[in-house]
């Protein structure tokens, strides 16, 4: 497992980033995972083996506080992610190339920050059940009120034994980066994946995002029975053929960085 020294907003030294770099060639696709998740998760593992196969660029990595990387879970906010985020594509994934993010969950929120704070790296993306501004409509008035008293939220994980943890100043940082205020200024190629029996992440959210993002190639795609992981096989051979569209049509367009 490689690793590299990543920056962050904070003033604090940055942590350590745990990462892994698939050499090919083209535009080399990044995978942003969701809240509390790394890099280890079945979609980005299976878009690797795909990439390997095909012999192009892909990187996978985790957050500061999630994974192997260094950090504490609880000191991370939306903006230190970001910070992260960006730091893998100015430093790590290959610079003379665009790069293509694949965001699932909260990592749809990131590539879409990612993708307005770096317009001439960020060439397409691909959401998976993304998430933009749940900290604004993803908590109840009491669970708000919770976190700006007491600082800190537990809430039961249907996905793993601990609960899941938010923060005050995660919420705090979430609410200064909202994105769906308005028109999202990406021109680039968008495929949206969202299953339409996701508890967690409502599927009206993607169909929305689409609506707000300023390019013409913009497709969401709604999978009936899919829950908001979208992990089985169908689900991750979706995933596949809509990234495989988006580099595509980012490589025919001849998109490269300055």
Known sequence: MAVTQSWS??????????????????????FLPGYASDMQGTKALALEEAARAA???????????????????????????????????????????????????MGGWLMLLAALARPARVAGLVGI??????????????????????????????????????TRALWSSGEANRVMHGPIAFAGPVRLLHGMADPDVPHHRSVRLAELLGGPDVQCWLVKDGDHRLSRPSDVALLMRATEEVLAAVSNAGVSPP
């Open 129 to 166: 059940a993304a998430a933009p501004d749940f900290t604004d409509w993803g908590f109840t008035q009491d669970e708000k009120m919770h976190l700006l008293e007491k600082g800190r939220l537990e809430r039961p994980n249907p996905y793993g034994p601990k609960p899941t943890i938010y």
């Open 9 to 30: 907003s904070s003033p604090i030294a940055a942590p350590i980033l745990a990462h892994h770099l698939t050499a090919g060639e083209g535009p080399c696709t990044v």
């Open 55 to 105: 012999g192009r660029a892909f990187l996978r990595f985790d957050y500061a506080g999630c994974g192997i990387s260094e950090g504490r879970f609880e000191d991370q906010t939306l903006a230190t992610w970001l910070a992260d985020t960006l730091a893998v594509i100015d430093d790590i994934a290959p610079r003379d190339r665009p790069v293509v993010l694949v965001g699932s969950s």
